[in-house]
Nanobody, 121 residues
Framework: VQLVESGGGLVQAGGSLRLSCAAS????????MDWYRQAPGKQRELVAT????????NYADSVKGRFTISRDIAKNTIYLQMDNLKPEDTAVYHC???????????????WGQGTQVTVSS
């Protein structure tokens, strides 16, 4: 079981980034997958969701029209294309299965290390 997020960085407002999440383990390959973000001092927020076959996607209102979630089933990788970035998008971004479907290690939901996105104004 492993989730490895990458692709974050520092970008100016209006710029773009593409995040990747390499997932291993059947839990992830068989499930809907989400992208979350957590800004300092704030609760984790669900950003985008994609079904296993990639046929259905959903987005938080705050990112709708700017972010696009996709997945490569063969590579077991989930992507988040982020365009027209805003300073309020600054956060650590994580991918994971929905609550209740996540891998559990040591009695806690497993999370990868995440990737930092910083948007300057």
């Amino acid at each position: 079981v492993q989730l490895v997020e990458s692709g974050g960085g520092l970008v100016q407002a209006g710029g773009s980034l593409r995040l990747s999440c390499a997932a291993s383990g059947s839990t992830f390959s068989l499930n809907t997958m989400d992208w979350y973000r957590q800004a300092p001092g704030k609760q984790r927020e669900l950003v985008a969701t994609i079904t296993r076959d990639g046929g259905t996607t959903n987005y938080a209102d705050s990112v709708k029209g700017r972010f696009t979630i996709s997945r490569d089933i063969a590579k077991n990788t989930i992507y988040l294309q982020m365009d027209n970035l805003k300073p309020e998008d600054t956060a650590v971004y994580h991918c994971n299965a929905p609550f209740g479907l996540r891998a559990v290690i040591g009695g806690k939901d497993y999370w990868g290390q995440g990737t930092q996105v910083t948007v300057s104004s």
